[in-house]
């Protein structure tokens, strides 16, 4: 009897032991550039934007890791991706509901290009010879508005967007990294929408 008892208590050591191993095998390191969302209700608009958030690990990040004049996936990994529920309006373009892929350009005068893709592409996918092929890309381009970057009183360590909307009707949406920050509107076109509402009675 005594020889079944340490013989059942072995095998449950063994057991317990083993799970531990899977576990520990399982457990990987974080991620370099975890994945990050925000989402905000503009209007009748739900506003959300999916990316990766790199850090600047004492890196110089625009004009070196990410060279001016050169087109960037404005984040890392895979693409970032902002969605809108309704229709809305962009530097006076109007854009169907739907998710675009952002794409950003820096400029060393400040004078950004931020380009929303209709295809929803990563930037990759114009790499030509080792090269960003702005002209292909530029045909996918949806709307591209030129802004002014601003420079920041403090680093910011990890890249980060925000959605802000003081009026609920047109969004400023800000992409903030290292010593920079980028800001486009979205019109998310409420009174429109409101006059179609009316004109359906």
Do not use: C, H
Not at 2 to 16: A, D, T, V
């Amino acid at each position: 009897m005594k020889k079944q008892n340490l013989l059942f208590i072995g095998i449950f050591f063994l057991f317990l032991f083993g799970i531990q191993v899977e576990s520990k095998a399982q457990l990987q390191a974080p991620a370099a550039s975890p994945a990050a969302s925000v989402s905000q209700n503009v209007g009748f608009t739900k506003i959300s934007i999916d990316y990766s958030s790199p850090a600047v690990k004492g890196r110089k990040i625009f004009g070196e890791i990410e060279k001016y004049g050169v087109t960037w996936r404005a984040g890392a990994n895979a693409a970032t991706m902002i969605e809108f529920s309704t229709p809305v309006s962009i530097d006076g373009k109007n854009l169907r509901a739907g998710k675009y892929s952002i794409f950003m350009t820096p400029e060393a005068d400040g004078n950004w290009t931020v380009r929303l893709n209709a295809k929803g592409n990563s930037v990759f996918n114009y790499m030509k010879d080792g090269k960003i092929d702005e002209e292909a890309l530029a045909k996918d381009d949806v709307v591209a508005v030129k802004v002014k970057a601003e420079q920041l009183p403090a680093v910011q360590e990890r890249l980060q967007y925000s959605i802000s909307a003081e009026n609920n009707k047109v969004a400023k949406i800000t992409m903030s990294w290292e010593n920079v920050s980028v800001s486009f509107m979205v019109d998310t076109q409420v009174d429109q929408k409101m006059e179609a509402f009316k004109a359906t009675f």
